[in-house]
């Protein structure tokens, strides 16, 4: 998910009860939530799709889940000894705790990787035992209603907070209500593969349910068909919208690329990231490879693999 849903989820937490456990509780929780993410550094020194083949890997596996935390609290637990001693420690801030530290800092850790396994980009939750990737199908990688609900929740508790009340209550039901939206959207998920991708003709070799942006309750059909061509339709089957290269006309033959990804690592890097390869004809005749979830010809490149030595053969 985007990092504004990890903040918002480790702020509502914190104001669940948990920002009582130490002091710098809630920066733990916040900050924690989005840790994982520093793998977004490696824009800095790889290029073209090579970062489909590091993000959402190793710093959201078991070992990274459970040192990243370890690092967070020690600089936490600096940052309050620096102020202690300078004589900025805000007097109202609780007394801290290390081990309250590395609690709150590992809970916002875990967070992370269930939300991003929610949508259908997938993440590697094994890493580095296993690259297998994981796809919830569940939220679109940005939801608003997702926002709507954990800011009005934070907002909520927080006014009962400085009025003197019950401020805790808020933010509980905020999470149960997400909790609940979630569900929802796994249960239309579920609905549309059970109908739509196993009983429907023609029966598709692969199906993919994908949420779509704002309307949650609406989902993109993508299927693989036995010709090897991937198509796109929403609930009623009619073309999605997206531009979607439905036709056989403009899909290829997949080719085998097993000897050619050994030499390219943007190929490689593309087809290790990869859920629904499919090859396109470039106006030259050779080919281009897309992912049927994130396909658009007009940002070629970040989801995407130029081939000028492949020559695009017809589908069958």
Request: with cysteine.
């Amino acid at each position: 998910m985007d990092n504004l849903t990890h903040s918002l989820v480790g702020a509502v937490l914190g104001q669940a009860g948990l920002k009582r456990t130490t002091g710098l509780a809630m920066p733990a929780l916040i900050i924690g939530a989005n840790l994982p993410d520093v793998d977004a550094a490696c824009f800095f020194w790889l290029k073209g799709t090579e970062h489909l083949a590091f993000r959402r890997g190793i710093t959201h596996g078991p070992p990274a889940l459970v040192l990243l935390p370890l690092v967070l609290a020690g600089i936490l637990w600096g940052w309050d000894r620096w102020q202690t001693k300078r004589g900025t420690r805000p007097e109202a801030r609780l007394p801290v705790r290390f081990g309250g530290f590395y609690a709150m800092a590992f809970i916002g850790c875990l967070s992370h990787p269930f939300f991003d396994w929610l949508n259908v980009y997938g993440i590697r939750l094994l890493e580095p035992f296993s690259s297998q990737w994981f796809y919830g199908d569940t939220l679109f990688i940005i939801d608003v209603w997702l926002w709507a609900l954990l800011i009005t929740s934070v907002w909520w508790s927080r006014r009962w907070e400085k009025r003197g009340g019950e401020w805790m209550r808020p933010a509980r039901v905020g999470i149960a209500a997400v909790l609940a939206y979630i569900g929802i959207n796994a249960g239309l998920t579920g609905l549309n593969h059970e109908t739509r991708g196993t009983r429907t003709e023609p029966y598709p070799q692969a199906y993919i349910s994908a949420p779509v942006p704002l309307a949650f309750w609406r989902r993109e059909q993508i299927a693989r068909l036995y010709d090897g061509r991937w198509i796109s339709s929403d609930w009623d089957g009619t073309d999605f919208g997206y531009g979607y290269a439905n036709s056989k006309a403009a899909q290829c033959k997949l080719p085998d690329l097993s000897q050619a990804r050994r030499s390219n690592s943007q190929l490689d890097a593309f087809l290790f990231w990869s859920r629904a390869p499919f090859a396109t004809r470039a106006p030259d005749g050779s080919v281009i490879l897309y992912d049927a979830r994130f396909y658009d010809p007009r940002a070629r490149g970040r989801f995407s693999v130029a081939l000028p030595d492949v020559r695009c053969e017809e589908l069958p």
